[in-house]
């Protein structure tokens, strides 16, 4: 069975600083990851995705995530924050079959400070 | 990405009756998920809506609680059945995009059960 944790609930930076949102899955095989952003009393936005090739993966409003199969991570990163940054974020894992089952993340709150 | 609408947006019903929810997709898409969310909290997959054929449930989700139809590849509804205060809920509706493998999402529909 595939799995995703967000270890954290919650992660608090101030704008301009780098943020970083963790996450660890476990699958059967060749992972297919993805970050999703929830904003508030909005519907739930595709960020960002692993399916193959390189580590470094960059997505939409200047996020990019980094790929460790070692480390069984998919971390979001961003180089400077903003406040309009704070949502929800989910990551997610597919089943790499044609069931394409996604499993997400608990979801980790990001609040942006100014 | 896919443009998603859902009907109704939120409903407010009695403990008892049953809600249709209706998803309606922009373009013909293969795979159709229905989700449950709490507010703020991750998302849970009850089932894959298969055109021309009965959905695929996840554990804890069952047919007669749940009927889901798929006319098409652009329709689908998701029914909660006898309801109860605890199926007060965000009601997700989201397709993958093909050969893309991420999900675009639906707004949801906001149910409180009384």
């Known amino acids: 069975a595939q799995s995703v944790a967000q270890p954290e609930d919650q992660v608090n930076v101030a704008e301009g600083n780098p943020l970083t949102v963790k996450c660890t899955y476990s699958v059967s095989g060749n992972p297919y990851l993805f970050w999703y952003v929830q904003y508030p009393n909005r519907g739930l936005q595709f960020l960002l995705k692993?399916?193959?090739?390189?580590?470094l993966v960059k997505g939409s409003y200047g996020f990019e995530a980094e790929f460790n199969k070692s480390q069984t991570s998919f971390h979001l990163k961003k180089p400077s924050a903003l406040v309009s940054d704070s949502a929800l974020y989910f990551c997610?894992?597919?089943?790499?079959?044609?069931?394409?089952?996604?499993?997400f993340g608990d979801g980790t709150t990001l609040t942006v400070k100014p | 990405s896919a443009v998603i609408s859902q009907k109704p947006s939120r409903d407010i019903c009695q403990r008892g009756t049953s809600l249709t929810i209706q998803c309606q997709v922009d373009s013909q898409v293969t795979m159709m998920f229905w989700y449950r969310q709490q507010p703020g909290q991750s998302l849970t997959l009850i089932a894959t809506a298969n055109q021309g054929s009965e959905a695929t449930y996840e554990s804890g989700f069952v047919i007669d609680k749940f009927p889901i139809s798929r006319p098409n590849l652009t329709f689908s509804t998701l029914t909660v059945s006898n309801m109860s205060p605890e199926d007060s809920s965000i009601y997700l509706c989201?397709?993958?995009?093909?050969?893309?493998?991420?999900?675009?999402f639906g707004p949801g529909t906001r149910l409180t059960v009384t």
């Open positions: 997610a894992v597919r089943d790499n079959t044609n069931a394409g089952k996604s499993t």
């Open positions: 692993y399916i193959t090739g390189d580590n």
């Open positions: 989201s397709v993958e995009i093909s050969g893309s493998y991420e999900q675009s």
